[in-house]
């Protein structure tokens, strides 16, 4: 020792990333943000995984943004991103997911339709060992809405599946589990969060369908309506059409 004073300075070390993130697009819900978020918590708790809870705030205009900033006080495993202005359910999810700190995330409503206890059934439902995972996505067998929604959501469904072939009976369902990096890998338009299936199955991943249940909204009012769920999806279908047609899958026939 030479008689000078020597210091060490440790740098705090970051939190490991979690394993899950758990994303969720509101727009002008505060309502239903605290009960929700008690309900995903309990229902991810006892199975040991540590996650993360990713809400998103789409520009809403009552007390959402209030109401999170007191949920992100008492939840250390609650973050927000806010968006200045409302820009859809789609972009809400893609900022959630680019947020996102887990190799999986799961989206759903939060609307509180979705039930938060339907998670550990999706991540049960992932192959073991698989080098990409598939989209696993909830399958909605008893809708809960009133006749015109299941009526529009039927019709569109049904077209949807006969032109794109993606095999899947319910995508309007926002109850789904899948790799981060797959996700962001995607084509991005708006409403292509109705259109996951077939956007996965274009990347040669396979899609599973877990049966979810669905739950009557309790608290505040729906943000969608037949115009904006059938037409506008009907207008975006010939779109995702177009990007099948031009997909290739090619053959490696050997590497060195």
């Known amino acids: 020792m030479d008689g000078r004073a020597r210091f060490c300075y440790l740098m705090p070390m970051a939190p490991p990333p979690p394993a899950l993130s758990v994303v969720v697009p509101v727009f002008n819900e505060a309502e239903n943000i605290a009960p929700l978020l008690a309900e995903i918590e309990a229902a991810l708790a006892p199975s040991g995984m540590e996650f993360e809870i990713v809400y998103v705030d789409d520009g809403s ?22 968006l200045r202005r409302n820009c859809g359910q789609s972009t809400a999810i893609r900022e959630g997911v680019r947020a996102a700190r887990g190799r999986l995330v799961v989206t759903l409503d939060g609307d509180g339709q979705n039930d938060p206890a339907d998670i550990p059934r999706l991540l049960a439902a992932l192959p073991k060992g698989a080098e990409r995972l598939p989209l696993v996505a909830g399958l909605r067998r008893k809708r809960r809405d009133n006749w015109l929604r299941r009526v ?88 995702v059409m177009w990007l099948q047609r031009r997909t290739t899958s090619p053959e490696i026939a050997n590497e060195e």
């Open 61 to 82: 205009r009552d007390e959402t943004p209030r109401v999170l900033a007191e949920a992100r006080a008492r939840s250390p495993r609650l973050r927000v991103v806010r």
């Open 152 to 239: 529009s959501s039927r019709i569109a469904n049904g077209l949807r599946s006969r032109l794109l072939r993606d095999g899947t009976p319910d995508t309007g369902c926002s109850l789904k589990l899948f790799e981060r990096a797959t996700f962001l890998e995607l084509p991005f338009f708006d409403h292509m969060h109705r259109f996951l299936p077939a956007l996965f199955r274009r990347q040669g991943l396979d899609v599973v369908m877990v049966d979810v249940g669905h739950r009557p909204r309790a608290r505040g009012v729906s943000k969608y309506g037949v115009m904006n769920r059938l037409w506008v999806g009907i207008v975006d279908l010939f779109g």
